[in-house]
């Protein structure tokens, strides 16, 4: 027999915080505060006093941090939140909505006119 809903557990194991929450944390300590108050320091590596904001992880050590913060993927963690979230607008055109209100000429309609 094996581990009932083990897919399930896989893919919740590694969740970490999305992009927008990440982004209210840096702009707002007191966010940030209320997020570390939910979790009990005993549980966390190092009791909780190596954090990395931007990927919303615990270390172990300072130095595990330090390196960490000179690697890769909290590179592209960075690059992502400079990037930012997407906008109201973008997500609607993602899935075909859009206001066409005529103001740009097709290639079409230039040729036409020549």
Not at 27 to 53: M, N, V
Not at 58 to 83: A, C, D, I, N, Y
């Amino acid at each position: 027999m094996g581990i009932f809903a083990k897919r399930t557990k896989t893919k919740t194991r590694r969740r970490v915080r999305d992009l927008d929450q990440i982004k209210a944390d840096i702009t707002s300590p007191r966010h940030l505060q209320l997020y570390k108050e939910t979790k009990a320091a005993e549980d966390l590596p190092g009791f909780g006093r190596h954090y990395c904001i931007e990927c919303a992880k615990w270390f172990e050590t300072e130095t595990s941090l330090v390196v960490h913060r000179k690697g890769k993927p909290h590179r592209r963690r960075l690059k992502q939140l400079k990037e930012g979230p997407y906008t109201h607008e973008e997500a609607a055109a993602a899935i075909g909505y859009r206001t066409d209100n005529g103001s740009q000429k097709t290639k079409s309609q230039e040729i036409e006119m020549s």
